[in-house]
């Protein structure tokens, strides 16, 4: 079992940078694949980010890519996302999932571990 639980949301203005962490308690952190998902109102959840155990191979959504980063501390237990450029479309709460595989997947349905959120709101 994995416990996650996020921190670091907050309103910001547009072009501002946000850092989300996202940390486990539990066994064998360095074990799980990891993700980032966002949802805003009204839309599906997407993923946003994602890092295999090791932390090679990063998943970027096309939107994100080049202004979003993230990186895990496996000493910590704790996943990261750096938020840089942010827009107001990226408002949203933002999860991290964690799922028992030594590389990440794309669908919300293959994490097996949840945060309960943290609310990101960028403003124009």
């Known amino acids: 079992q994995v416990q996650l639980l996020e921190s670091g949301g907050g309103l910001v203005q547009t072009g501002g940078s946000l850092r989300l962490s996202c940390a486990a308690s539990?066994?064998?952190?360095?074990?799980?694949?990891l993700g980032w998902f966002r949802q805003a109102p009204g839309k599906e959840r997407e993923l946003v980010a994602a890092i295999s155990w090791s932390g090679t191979g990063p998943y970027y959504a096309d939107s994100v890519k080049g202004r979003f980063t993230i990186t895990r501390d496996n000493a910590k237990n704790t996943v990261y996302l750096q938020m840089n450029s942010l827009k107001p479309e990226d408002t949203a709460v933002y999860y991290c999932?964690?799922?028992?595989?030594?590389?990440?997947?794309?669908?919300?349905?293959?994490?097996?571990?949840w945060g309960q959120g943290t609310q990101v709101t960028v403003s124009s």
């Open positions: 539990g066994r064998a952190f360095s074990s799980y694949a």
């Open positions: 999932a964690g799922t028992y595989s030594s590389y990440w997947y794309r669908h919300d349905r293959q994490y097996d571990y």
